[in-house]
């Protein structure tokens, strides 16, 4: 069994995920490392037994599952999804409208450049879908999804 371990300050530690996979902790510990934005956080692949892993309170939660191009503990997939797949479908309707205009537009300077909007929002549209949200985003995002649902129901 393979861990993520958190490591902020170099001094609080905590393991944020799990897998029986090396290779799949391992990219999630590169994509999660990429996406952080803070500079004293990092987070490390680590070997981890079978007993201890199943210990944690948390291992069920924390197990990842894959999400597009990149892995998400299995307690926040559907919090990331309701973020991630509203952002990409908005992403890919305004491509959608880029392309339309096109369609009815004969000036060149203007196809032109719609051409580079087009591009810009398809590579925005793969960042989103390879993007790794941090533990604590993905905590925030819990909560809120959770006390929208409490106010609802």
């Known amino acids: 069994m393979f861990a993520a371990l958190l490591v902020e300050n170099n001094r609080n530690k905590s393991i944020i ?3 029986k996979k090396k290779d799949i902790i391992i990219k999630y510990c590169k994509n999660a490392n990429r996406d952080i934005d803070d ?16 210990q944690f309170q948390d291992y069920e939660d924390l197990y990842l599952v894959r999400y597009g191009q990149t892995y998400i503990q299995s307690k926040y997939l559907e919090t990331h999804q309701l973020d991630s797949d509203t952002l990409i479908d908005d992403l890919k309707y305004t491509r959608d409208i880029l392309y ?4 009815f537009n004969t000036n060149k300077k203007d196809i032109k450049t719609l051409t580079k909007a087009i591009e ?3 590579h925005e549209i793969d960042i989103a879908k390879g993007y790794t949200p ?3 985003e993905l905590v925030n995002r819990f909560h809120h999804y959770e006390e ?4 609802i129901y």
């Open 17 to 19: 995920a799990f897998h």
């Open 120 to 122: 810009i929002v398809e």
């Open 100 to 103: 339309r205009i096109i369609e």
């Open 39 to 54: 500079k004293n956080c990092k987070v490390f692949a680590i070997k981890i037994e079978n007993k201890k892993a199943k």
């Open 134 to 136: 941090s533990i604590k």
């Open 148 to 151: 929208y649902k409490n106010t």
